[in-house]
């Protein structure tokens, strides 16, 4: 029914194009259907032209990548017959029904189908317009022989006339059913308004006349629109009032060819299109103080613009407009046969302008012998329902829903956006399934060769059918791609087959190592039948033994199989990183008592970590017996188990001075410092038959012989810096004085000295010995270095002397304020002595309690008599600490 015109931009209403290319050569009305057909013929037509007057592909092309706003059937079953033995004249559209007027002067009622169901002998010549109110219970009628009919539909009573000119229009008052005045108007020469008074008489009031012929009406509430050959008036009903007159543009135009079309957008917006202009008309209250004698309303003009054909028909589309054209070639030899179909456009009002949204040209019946008068537009309101009305066809525009949409893309082949569009809307679509559509996409993807992508999209169509997915599997087989589809398919709540899952692993053993055991890891071993792929595996090994991708993945076969002491082996042979791994999660300390010696081997630092931290499974004893053979490795066992625990491997402490003094001689002294099981005879003789000194120092001084090991720093080392600092270490006065006698004839030892002995012997006993005449290096520094160090001290002695006498002079003034601090003395405490209550129950009488600072308590004549000190009093109960707490005394009097 429609076609998408060629080289059709945004452009606005003043733009004038060479639409030449868009004319397609119309077959017989018999073959109107044959789209295709008319198709060809328009390119054989464009072929003709002159190249200026050609599209370019370019344009065609982008064109067709637009889709379309809206979609079109005919209105068939008996519409057809309708047609083919008379011509429509007139339509209107109502929510539940269609009223079709004919050339022939019938009226047929219809279903939204097309079905007829009632039909109305009203004139023996054309129906020029029909009018329903809102609730479609009433119809008024006009002809061309000047007949006038308003009825009920299910009753006939109402008004019949017959006039002496023909009646070109007719409308209702929207609640013509409800109201009880049951206006109406009429137009031909005069514009008459019609009115049921209270003796059921009809009264008529001339609104209007003397401007031509009344072409059309529309009545909208309180307000009446209609059309003459000047413009387009609109009257208040309510007020009586006429509130404008917006005058015609074209006058070139004849009025009776290019009728005016009127159209209420809603209940104040009033759109007219009339030749190739189009004016929105606003409807809007006056302010009162302007008023004076002018109408209470007034209209403002919103938009106008001009076109590029003439106008048919308008109706609104929420913010836009669809605009039926009659397009008229400029060319005055164009054959009749030759012209344009009408187009249906959607277009965006603007200000001064008009942005096209979209364009169809439609093929009607006979559309070559119709003229502009002979095409209407009506629209359904509250339904996106277009009705295009012409003598020989009727065709119904709807607005494109989601099904739609997808077909579309589905027909430009956007498999990916047609899916999308179905899974956003998958509870709106009616025609379509989402899955089908997956399928299409995959099927399109798979023909274009791009088999990732259509694998990849496998799992999001095919979900949890298993039917489904196997059919796939097999299809990839038999293109050769079972590799694409082996990493989607699933492998969690929904499993295939497991033959299924082996033929891919067959398939990749064959030709993809790698990819093979990529798939052993990734899928679960439960997939498929692990013994199966073993013997493949093995038999793929008996002619390449060392590879060692199927090593690798042959071991982890026999992990899945739980054949752990298998799987070991071969990972111990591969030195493979995830021994370890398969020890600690198997638990196969047992299987590796013999294969200590390999661990290590492989990685002695992970070994170790894991033997030490199994040693409930492991001993330390089987660990030293595996390594007996292996002492480097042994030392690094031996190492990391002391650095554990100094106590834990005791009795190898032994056999560890060797091997520290063989392979790791930087921690022996470490060891020999921490360890306590040590034999340091034995440690003793293994330095000193290195000539370790610096270890042999430390054990002479750790076995006594601090002098020896003394003599060893000075002799053999020569370091005297180092002699001092054990000497401080020892703080012995005697290795002071051999220190001092070694180094008196050594210059540089002299100077070692005084620069470091102040603050350990006095500087005093070196000085005198030292032999007059001798030279000593920096012996200026060196001295007043020792007077610094004992200047330092000097003031260090005062410093602790202040604090001294500060903290005690503190610490006296707190005791004495605690000494002289008031203590309570309550009826609960008693006499340490009688245990009686301290007080009397009469405290009126006299009195005299004792109180020592301890806090203890004695009534006076309780406590024994004084010591032999005289004036000296202690309490009995703290006198065994002599001058102790209880050596002061509080007496207490009344």
Known sequence: LSTRPLNRGGGGGGTKKNYKSQITFALASCFYHVISLISTMAEVEEQGRKPSEESTDDSEEEESEEEPKLKYERLANGVTEILQKDAASCMTVHDKFLALGTHFGKVFLLDVQGNVTQKYDISPVKINQISLDEGGEHVGICSEDGKVQVFGLYTREGFHENFDCPIKVVALHPQFGRSNSKQFVTGGSKLLLYERNWLNRWKTVVLHEGEGTITNVKWRTNLIAWANNVGVKIYDISTKQRITNVLRDNVSLRPDMYLCSLCWKDNSTLIIGWGNYVKICAVKERDPMEMRDLPSRYVEIMSAFETEFFISGLAPLANQLVTLYYVKENSDQMEEEFRARPRLDIIQPLAENCEEISSDALTVRQFQENECRDYRLEHAEGESLFYIISPKDIVVAKERDQDDHIDWLLDKKKYEEALMAAEISSKNIKRHDVQKIGMAYINHLVEKGD??????????????????????????????????????????????????????????????????????????????????????????????????????????????????????????????????????????????????????????????????????????????????????????????????????????????????????????????????????????????????????????????????ALQMIMEELGDVDKAIEFAKEQDDAELWEDLISYSIDKPPFITGLLNNIGTHVDPILLIHRIKEGMEIPNLRDSLVKILQDYNLQILLREGCKKILVSDSLSLLKKMHRTQMRGVRVDEENICESCHAPILPSDTAKLFSVVLFNCRHMFHKECLPSPGTIPGAQFCNICSAKRRGPGSGILEMKK
């Open 451 to 708: 088999y990732d992508a259509a694998a990849r999209k496998c799992q999001k169509v095919l979900g949890k059918n298993m039917e489904l997915w196997e059919n796939e599997v097999y299809r990839f087989k038999t293109i050769g791609q079972l590799k694409a589809i082996s990493q989607y398919l699933p492998r969690g709540d929904l499993r295939l087959r497991p033959a299924i899952y082996e033929m891919i692993l067959h398939e990749f053993l064959k030709s993809d190592f790698e990819g093979f055991a990529m798939l052993i890891r990734e899928w679960p071993g439960e997939l498929y039948n692990n013994m199966t792929i073993v013997q493949a595996v093995g038999d793929h090994l008996k002619k390449d033994p060392t590879n060692r991708t199927l090593l690798t993945t042959l071991a982890e076969l026999y992990t899945y199989d739980q054949r752990y002491d298998r799987a070991l082996e071969i990972y111990l042979r591969l030195r493979h990183k995830d021994v370890y791994q398969l020890i600690h999660k198997h638990n196969l300390f047992a299987s590796i008592e013999d294969k200590i010696v390999l661990l290590m081997d492989f990685d002695k630092e992970k070994a170790v970590d894991m033997l030490l931290d199994n040693e409930d499974k492991i001993s330390t004893d089987r660990v030293v017996e595996e390594l007996k053979e292996r002492p480097e490795l042994l030392h690094v066992y031996l190492h990391k188990l002391f650095k554990r625990d100094h106590h834990k491997g005791q009795k190898y402490h032994e056999r560890q001075i060797s091997l520290y003094a063989e392979y790791d001689r930087p921690n022996l002294l470490p060891f020999l410092r921490d360890s306590t099981h040590c034999p340091l005879e034995k440690a003793l003789e293994i330095c000193q038959q290195r000539n370790f000194v610096e270890e042999t120092v430390f054990l002479l001084s750790r076995m006594g012989n601090s002098r020896r």
